[in-house]
């Protein structure tokens, strides 16, 4: 019996730099930044850098192509993407064999502190905002929800391949997605984790994380190995790993990052990878314990790169954001650049990219880590 694969058919990223997948990619390729600086308007004390979409846009995007009802703007933005991932493949998106995830770090939370009188009060729920993502779709499964910090788009691209190689689905729709509001950052001001300089990802002078805004899809497709095509991208091996080392942070010595790591390289031809894709997030703690990682796992001779100081720190969104980035740069055969690193600040000796550079391999690591010491890494391959 033929072994079955998630292959990758369509995906679509929204964020300031754009509202398709070839925008964001042109935008990072040329080197541009969604990061801005804000002050006080936002009323959480110190300024910040963030990327912060524009909500009208998204709405006259949203109005334009007929998404309307009680939904909050979370839902639309996953709305609005998924729609557009959708646009480009054959998907019966009604289907029982279709089945959509919603990976979020926070979903709906500034409706704890603000609801609007025709939003119900259960759409706080992150479970209640997917079956109202879902049902606007048509699709009638129960939707899936991770929520598992900064991971959360790698653990639902993860559970999407898994899944489709047990045969219980044809195509899953995964949607990373998250939106700041003023909760969300004031709790990372309060760990003295935020900016209000652009992220320096492993740089020595760097002084912490940028957030950001993104809804980011990919959809996934059944396929039996022996019939993938030239070309076909497919994630080939995925890993989640707890090391529990702390609320606020994984272990300072690596651990679930390392056995991460070091799951998805069981019998993979080192020479064949092009580079790994960290997380990147440009505080003390995280680059450094990624460094340590990469060491241990064998990796300090591949090219590491960053994508945070393009888009910051996209939360939920993040894992499938960067992954797509990450197919389109090696689809042209290039390694991306680390925006605004320039000298190693960790103790590992790892080869973090500062210039763009030519590569003729076809597979990449993407790996991730977050908050309760949760881990997780990707394979993906191209055919």
Not at 46 to 55: G, R, W
Not at 122 to 135: P, S, T
Not at 192 to 221: H, M, W
Not at 259 to 269: E, F, H, N, Y
């Amino acid at each position: 019996m033929a072994e079955r694969v998630a292959t990758l058919i369509a995906d679509n990223i929204i964020s300031p730099l754009g509202y398709h997948t070839s925008d964001n990619y042109s935008a990072v390729k040329n080197g541009r930044s969604c990061l801005c600086r804000y002050g006080e308007e936002w009323g959480v004390g110190d300024p910040f850098m963030a990327a912060l979409i524009n909500h009208d846009d998204v709405m006259a995007e949203c109005e334009a192509e007929g998404i309307s009802g009680h939904y909050t703007f979370f839902e639309m933005m996953a709305i609005l993407s998924i729609r557009k991932a959708l646009a480009q493949c054959d998907v019966d998106v009604a289907s029982e064999k279709t089945l959509m995830i919603i990976s979020s770090t926070k979903g709906n939370v500034d409706l704890l502190s603000h609801r609007p009188d025709d939003i119900a009060e259960d759409q706080v729920m992150l479970g209640e905002a997917a079956k109202a993502i879902a049902a606007n779709l048509g699709n009638p499964n129960q939707p899936v929800v991770i929520s598992n910090a900064c991971i959360s788009g790698a653990c639902g691209q993860i559970a999407a391949a898994r899944f489709i190689e047990g045969g219980y689905y044809d195509h899953v729709i995964v949607c990373g997605i998250d939106v700041l509001t003023p909760f969300i950052v004031s709790g990372f001001q309060s760990l003295k984790a935020l900016t209000d300089q652009p992220c320096r990802p492993f740089d020595e002078d760097r002084t912490g994380i940028n957030l950001g805004d993104a809804a980011s899809v990919i959809i996934y497709k059944g396929v039996d190995k022996n019939d993938l095509k030239p070309g076909d991208w497919y994630l080939a091996a995925g890993a989640i790993r707890n090391d529990g080392f702390h609320i606020s942070s994984p272990s300072n010595k690596g651990e679930g990052c390392y056995r991460a790591l070091r799951s998805v390289l069981q019998r993979q031809d080192l020479d064949d990878i092009a580079f790994l894709n960290a997380h990147g997030t440009a505080t003390l703690f995280n680059d450094e314990m990624e460094s340590v990682a990469i060491d241990r796992a064998g990796l300090s001779e591949l090219p590491v790169n960053s994508l945070k100081g393009y888009f910051g720190h996209t939360m939920g969104a993040a894992g499938v954001l960067e992954t797509i980035i990450s197919i389109r740069a090696l689809d042209e055969g290039i390694i991306l650049p680390t925006k605004g690193y320039e000298n190693l600040g960790v103790s590992r000796k790892i080869m973090v990219t500062s210039q763009m550079m030519e590569t003729g391999k076809r597979s990449f690591i993407k790996m991730m880590s977050g908050f309760g010491g949760c881990n997780a890494a990707m394979l993906f391959k191209r055919v």
